[in-house]
Each structure stands twice: as C-alpha cells, then as structure tokens.
T-cell receptor, first 114, second 112 residues
C-alpha cells in the first residue's frame, strides 16, 4: 500500500521569504500523480499544485513550485515570496494512475510571520 | 457557480442516532468521495462512487453507508453514530480517474 509522509508538523517563515515543505512517499508503481493541497482556517481543501510522475519537468503555479525527485520518492513544495494568506495546513497527497483514491500525508502547519 | 456544497456545516448528535451528511455538486462530475479528517491522520477515504448507483469502500468504511441515486448527490449516513465518528467530513468530486479532485467546505460532526 502506498504511504505519504510529511516529516515537518509545523514550519514558520518570515513574510516575503521562501519556505520549502517536505513530502516523501512510498510506492512500487511507476506512474502516478502527486498533489499539494492547502487547508486554511476555513477548512476548505484547495488544490495548490499537481505533478504527473511521468513528467520530468517540475510543476509551477505562480509562487508555488515543486521539486519532484522520482528516484528518491520525494515531492517538496517551495513557496516563494511568502504572503500572510499562505498561512495554512498543507497536505501532500498521492494517487495511483487509473485509481481515484487519494492517500494523504499528515499535514504541515505553515505560519507566516509579518 | 456553486461547485460542491455540503450540509449541514456543523452537527451535534448523540451516540446511537442516525445522521446523514449531504453532498451536492453542480459540475456533473462522475466521481464523488467522502473523506474524514482526524488529527494525526490527515484525510482518509471512507467511500467513493464512480457513477450513479456505483459505490465502493475506501480505507475506513465501517459504520458508514452511502448511496448515489443521482449523479449530483452523494449522501453519507452514519447508521448508529459512535464517539469515534466525531470528525470533520469532506466530500469531493472529480471528472474521471485522471482529473483532480475538488473538495467541499466540510462538515464538522460531534458525537456525544
């Protein structure tokens, strides 16, 4: 069974600086999808970024980018120019190709210091 | 565009009572899901549905029942609520096995 591990329960960063959230996963599959979801205090789950495992190029969405290391089974999220609105829980998630089940990590709580 | 909605947003009930959580999506997505979120566990899949009248168990299905008579609705029923079912419940939907899942706002359930 696939597992997702987020080893940083909490992180903090100064506003306007860059922060990287870590995620590792365990799978025997070669084709799959990886996601980062943001959960602000409102508890809404918001998709931040998505990566297909067969794509070597790292996904980017504005200030959010990932470092996808397939061999190391690592999928970190980099947030550049951190803003107060980035404060939230961030969840890393895995999905097998052809399956719908999302497997989530335990989450990392990100605090932005003004 | 309402997207995906859940009701109620907050619910307090007692042990042994039946509770139904509603989920409605306006995108005509084929797939719908129910997750529960507990401290230390992230989100865990309870049940999912690939289409109307097709449902399947997820990781933690015990104590829950689902149905899907219409594509847009996917209610989750706790037939006899237990304290261990106190949690935040999220409904999600997706177009197909490739498309990203989109989440509702969640329902916070407290079982006394």
């Amino acid at each position: 069974a696939q597992t997702v591990t987020q080893s940083q329960p909490e992180m903090s960063v100064q506003e306007a600086e860059t922060v990287t959230l870590s995620c590792t996963y365990d799978t025997s599959e070669s084709d799959y999808y990886l996601f980062w979801y943001k959960q602000p205090p409102s508890r809404q789950m918001i998709l931040v970024i998505r990566q297909e495992a067969y794509k070597q190029q790292n996904a980017t969405e504005n200030r959010f980018s990932v470092n996808f290391q397939k061999a190391a089974k690592s999928f970190s999220l980099k947030i550049s120019d951190s803003q107060l609105g980035d404060a939230a829980m961030y969840f890393c998630a895995y999905r097998s190709k052809g399956a719908q089940k999302l497997v989530f990590g335990q989450g990392t709580r990100l605090t932005i210091n003004p | 565009d309402a997207g995906i909605t859940q009701s109620p947003r907050y619910k307090i009930t007692e042990t042994g009572r039946q509770v139904t959580l509603m989920c409605h999506q306006t995108w005509s997505h084929s797939y719908m899901f129910w997750y529960r979120q507990d401290l230390g566990h992230g989100l865990r899949l309870i049940y999912y549905s690939a289409a109307a009248d097709i449902t399947d168990k997820g990781e933690v299905p015990d104590g829950y029942v689902v149905s899907r008579s219409k594509t847009e609705n996917f209610p989750l029923t706790l037939e006899s609520a237990t304290r261990s079912q106190t949690s935040v419940y999220f409904c999600a939907s997706g177009m197909d096995e490739v498309e990203t899942q989109y989440f509702g706002p969640g329902t916070r359930l407290l079982v006394l």
